[in-house]
């Protein structure tokens, strides 16, 4: 089993920048992929952006392109989300997830692992 921490969450003003970091620990698969999901009050859980272990697939949901960035230090074991330009749409709990199977994955279920979240709120 994989345990993830993330941080980096807090307030912060509209159009202000936030990184979170999710720190990947126990099995981890160098074949799988890491996903960025929120939840914001009301809403159901959504795929932020996504990245596979070895850099070759990205995919970010239409909502944060040109504004979010996915990047991953296999290294350190860590996944970064650096968010740009937030809005007060963007106001939710960020989890980190794992998948141990190689690709992308826009689906909560295609992922086994989760992290515990942490709040982004942005206020205008």
């Known amino acids: 089993q994989v345990q993830l921490v993330e941080s980096g969450g807090g307030v912060v003003q509209d159009g202000e920048s936030l990184r979170l970091s999710c720190v990947a620990s126990g099995r981890t698969f160098g074949g799988g992929a890491m996903g960025w999901f929120r939840q914001a009050p009301g809403k159901e859980r959504e795929l932020v952006a996504a990245?596979?272990?070895?850099?070759?697939?990205?995919h970010y949901a239409e909502a944060v392109k040109g504004r979010f960035t996915i990047s991953r230090d296999t290294s350190e074991k860590t996944v970064y989300l650096q968010m740009n330009s937030l809005r007060a749409e963007d106001t939710a709990v960020y989890y980190c997830?794992?998948?141990?199977?190689?690709?992308?994955?826009?689906?909560?279920?295609?992922?086994?692992?989760w992290g515990q979240g942490t709040q982004v709120t942005v206020s205008s």
């Open positions: 990245i596979t272990w070895n850099g070759g697939s990205i």
């Open positions: 997830a794992s998948r141990p199977y190689f690709g992308v994955s826009m689906f909560e279920s295609d992922y086994n692992s």
